[in-house]
C-alpha cells in the first residue's frame, strides 16, 4: 500500500459524449412505428365499438368516446415522431452510445468490457421493410439494457459481429 495514489482528475478534460455524431434510425422504421400505432388502435377501436353497441345506456358517451379516441391517436403520432427524431446510436472504440426521449433526452453509454450477449430481432412489419433490431445484455438483468430498433438487416448484423469480437477479445 505504500504506492497508493488518489489523485484528483479533471472533469473538463474527460471525453463528451454530446459531441458524438448519432446515426438516426432508418426512415422505413417510421413507417414501422405508424403500422404498429394503427393496429394497436384498430384493435382498442373494436374493442370499444363492441362496448357501445351492446350497451345503449351509454349513447351521448359515444361521441365524447369517438373525440377522445381520435384526440388520444393524434398525441400517439405527434409524441411517436418526436421521438422518432430523437433517437440516435453511435459505436465509438471503447463503449456504445443510445440515445431517446421525448421531452427529456437520455443517453445510455455501455462499455464493451459489459457486454455480456447480443440479439438480433425482426418483426413481420420491420422484416417487410429490411430492418431489424440489436439488443445489448449487459450482466444483472433479464432484459435488454439497449435495443436500437430501424436499422437495416445487414447493417444490425454487423453491429452484432463488431459487439460479439469485442465480447471475445475480453475472455
Known sequence: MENFTNTTI?????????????????PNHWKVILINTAITFFVLAIVAGFLFYFNEE??????HALI????????????SRIGFKKRGFAFR???????????ATKTIVIPYNRVQH??????????????AKVEIFTAGGSSS???????EKEQAENIKQLLMGKIQKQL
Do not use: C, M, N
Open 68 to 79: 377522445a379516441f381520435v384526440v388520444l391517436l393524434l398525441v400517439t403520432i405527434l409524441f
Open 10 to 26: 479533471d472533469t473538463t478534460q474527460l471525453p463528451r459524449f454530446e459531441e458524438v455524431q448519432f446515426s438516426k434510425l432508418h
Open 58 to 63: 351509454i349513447e351521448e358517451a359515444r361521441w
Open 93 to 103: 472504440e471503447h463503449d456504445v452510445l443510445f440515445q431517446s426521449g421525448i421531452i
Open 145 to 151: 439494457d439497449i435495443e436500437i430498433p430501424g436499422i
Open 118 to 131: 447480443v440479439a438480433l430481432h425482426e418483426g413481420l412489419a420491420s422484416r417487410y421493410f429490411g430492418l
